[in-house]
Each structure stands twice: as structure tokens, then as C-alpha cells.
């Protein structure tokens, strides 16, 4: 398998425009996370789905903010309207199950100017 | 609250030697615990996973062990090489089941 797979790697957009991050999880993992790593608060759970549905979704910072996974192999991160403070390194990751071990992809970089 | 402390942040040391980094928890109710390592730029790369029931896993020059009564883990590098130069972040699944928290990382540097 080649691991988890996000795109793109790097993304640099306007205040105001919309941005989406895309995921593909390990095959036959069920449990998919997106998370956020910033130098002031490290890493951060957004989202996190069990079998396609969003389990807990406390962690998305506010309503510019969704998330979905229309089937086990993708998932979306979208940012709308995105703001300079949004900017950081996203990151998805999946396991089998939730409590096993985590494979991340390779992030993708976020700056909005 | 559980929370995840990770000492020395930053650790430099010449290459070869045998060294320890170390990880603490408050709660020591955990499903198990995680050690990652993070290289410049790059995704997260798991090492090991302890379980709960388990005190320590080995993967080649890496060994990890697990104390839950007194909330600890230690990473042991044996015979240290430039290429283990990365953050190293350890991370405990706790009673959500599937939340991982996370340590702040100690950035290791290994001088050649």
C-alpha cells in the first residue's frame, strides 16, 4: 500500500477564497482523522470518522470549517473562506481501528496571504 | 485532563551514543501509547505502539517501554546515527478511544 496519500502538498491562497485538502486513507483502514499542526499549539484533532461518519468533529475550529468522506477511500477538508490565521500544515490520518496504530500522510501546507 | 510532557525539547548528542528520550503522562488509564517520529517539512512517521498490557516493544536500534503506574515511556536509540536526526513525539490514546494527545516533541540532533 502506499501509505496515505493527501493533495496537494503545498497550497498558497488569497484571504477569502476557498480551499480544499483531499485524502485518501490506507485501504481496509475504517478510522480517518484530519488534523492540524501549528508552532503555537502543536497538533490538534479536527475530525475524526468511523466508517465513513463523522464521529467528533469538536475539534474543527469554527462554521468556515467542514469535513466530509463520501466513501472509505477519500475524504475532504474545505476551508471556506479561508483567513491568514488558518495557515498550517493539515494532516490526515487513518487506522484499523481507532485505537491501533495511525499511519499520517504527508501533509499538506496551507498558507493564506 | 490527560496531558503529555516530553523532556529534554531539544537534545544534541555525537553520533554514536546510546540515548533516552522520555515521556510522561497524567492519567494512567491509556489504551496505549505511540512514539513518532517527524522530520523537517515532512508527515509524521510511526515508530512503535506499546499497548497498555505490553511494557516495551523493539524495532531495530529502537526500543520502547511502557511503565502505566507511574505514567511514563522511554525511547531508547541505540548507537546513534545523523539520520535519526527528526522530532520524536510520542502520543497516548486515552479513554476516547481513538484521541490521541500529544507530546510537544524533543527535536534530537545527532552530530556526526
Known amino acids: 500500500d502506499a501509505g496515505v496519500i493527501q493533495s496537494p502538498r503545498h497550497e498558497v491562497t488569497e484571504m477569502g477564497q476557498e480551499v480544499t485538502l483531499r485524502c485518501k486513507p490506507i485501504?481496509?483502514?475504517?478510522?480517518l482523522f484530519w488534523y492540524r499542526q501549528t508552532m503555537m499549539r502543536g497538533l490538534e484533532l479536527l475530525i475524526y470518522?468511523?466508517?465513513?461518519?463523522?464521529?467528533?468533529d469538536s475539534g474543527m475550529p469554527e462554521d468556515r470549517f467542514s469535513a466530509k468522506m463520501p466513501n472509505a477511500s477519500f475524504s475532504t477538508l474545505k476551508i471556506q473562506p479561508s483567513e491568514p490565521r488558518d495557515s498550517a500544515v493539515y494532516f490526515c490520518?487513518?487506522?484499523?481501528?481507532?485505537?491501533?496504530?495511525?499511519?499520517f500522510g504527508q501533509g499538506t501546507r496551507l498558507t493564506v496571504v | 485532563k490527560q496531558e503529555v510532557t516530553q523532556i529534554p525539547a531539544a537534545l544534541s548528542v555525537p553520533e554514536g551514543e546510546n540515548l533516552v528520550l522520555n515521556c510522561s503522562f497524567t492519567?494512567?488509564?491509556?489504551?496505549?501509547l505511540q512514539w513518532f517520529r517527524q522530520d523537517p517539512g515532512k508527515g509524521l512517521t510511526s515508530l512503535l505502539l506499546?499497548?497498555?498490557s505490553q511494557r516495551e516493544q523493539t524495532s531495530g536500534r529502537l526500543n520502547a517501554s511502557l511503565d502505566k503506574s507511574s505514567g511514563r515511556s522511554t525511547l531508547y536509540i541505540a548507537a546513534s546515527q545523523p539520520g535519526d536526526s527528526a522530532t520524536y513525539l510520542c502520543?497516548?490514546?486515552?479513554?476516547?478511544?481513538?484521541?490521541?494527545?500529544w507530546g510537544a516533541g524533543t527535536k534530537l540532533i545527532i552530530k556526526p
Open positions: 490520518a487513518s487506522s484499523m481501528p481507532p485505537n491501533t496504530e495511525a499511519f
Open positions: 485501504s481496509g483502514h475504517n478510522s
Open positions: 470518522f468511523n466508517n465513513n461518519v463523522p464521529i467528533d
Open positions: 492519567d494512567s488509564a491509556i489504551y496505549n
Open positions: 506499546i499497548q497498555s
Open positions: 502520543a497516548v490514546n486515552g479513554d476516547s478511544n481513538y484521541q490521541l494527545i
